[in-house]
């Protein structure tokens, strides 16, 4: 089962940088993606793979694969956090609400929220999580 703190990182990331002066632009090929991870030995064991494509001080963007009937339980968020469905269907619980999501959805979830997440059939989404850090 999955801790909530393990990361499998994946190499090479299958994604290209561009850059100019002001501003980086990432560009990922999410079916190249998905295949890569569902190649990993730990996918093929029957567990869930993780991959951080971003990580700022800011945001975090992690792809997930997950095998049908396979979930993760989190821990207390305390930023906000987004769920985007590439591939699959999942369903999303959370207080008193549960939702099903399936491809191309997006489902935003407010601040200090403990969540369950349960994967109907086998299913890759996008978690963006967003710190509340503030600058003044």
Known sequence: MYSGKEIIKQEPLDYQIKRSDNFALHSFDFDKLIIQMKHDRKWKNGNINMMVL?????????????????????????DSIDFRIIEGKL?????????????????KLIQKTRYRIDAIEETAFLMILKSNIRCN
Do not use: A, M, W, Y
């Open 91 to 107: 369903e999303l619980h959370f207080l008193e609400n549960s939702f099903t999501l399936i491809n191309g959805e997006l489902l």
């Open 54 to 78: 971003l990580s700022s001080p800011v945001r975090k963007i992690v792809l997930v694969v997950l095998h049908c009937k396979s979930g993760i339980i989190s821990n207390q968020v305390d």
